[in-house]
Nanobody, 122 residues
Framework: QVQLVESGGRPVQAGGSLRLSCAASGRTFSRYVMGWFRQAPGKEREFVAAISRGDGSTSYANSVKGRFTISRDNAKNTVYLQMNSLKPEDTAVYYC???????????????WGQGTQVTVSS
C-alpha cells in the first residue's frame, strides 16, 4: 500500500516556475512507476509526465515537453515536477500517482494523491 501527498501548488504569474513534490509512504517506493496528472476546471484529467523505476526513463505530454521535468529521489520516497515557463492553460489540480506500468493511462496507476492546486495568472 502506498499513500501519496502532493505539495507545492500555489498561484504564480505566467512565465514563472513552480516545483511540486509528492511524498510517498511505504518502503517499496522504488519499485513503482510514478506519474503526474492534472485536471483543469471543466476538463478531463490528463497525463502530464511519468518516470520509470530503475533507469529513470521519462515521458511527457506534448503540451508540457520542454517546460516540465519529472524526477524522483528514491532515498526520500519523493517524486517532483519542476514546472517552468508556466502558462495560464497550465492551471489545474495536479495529482501524483503510483503504479506498475510505465504508461500515460490513468487506469494503470494504483494509488493517487489528493491533488494540489496550481493557478497561473496572466
Amino acid at each position: 500500500q502506498v499513500q501519496l501527498v502532493e505539495s507545492g501548488g500555489r498561484p504564480v504569474q505566467a512565465g514563472g516556475s513552480l516545483r511540486l513534490s509528492c511524498a510517498a509512504s511505504g518502503r517499496t517506493f522504488s519499485r513503482y512507476v510514478m506519474g503526474w496528472f492534472r485536471q483543469a476546471p471543466g476538463k478531463e484529467r490528463e497525463f502530464v509526465a511519468a518516470i520509470s523505476r530503475g533507469d529513470g526513463s521519462t515521458s511527457y505530454a506534448n503540451s508540457v515537453k520542454g517546460r516540465f521535468t519529472i524526477s524522483r529521489d528514491n532515498a526520500k520516497n519523493t517524486v517532483y515536477l519542476q514546472m517552468n515557463s508556466l502558462k495560464p492553460e497550465d492551471t489545474a489540480v495536479y495529482y501524483c500517482a503510483a503504479g506498475d506500468l510505465f504508461t500515460l493511462r490513468a487506469e494503470s496507476y494504483y494509488y493517487w494523491g489528493q491533488g494540489t492546486q496550481v493557478t497561473v495568472s496572466s
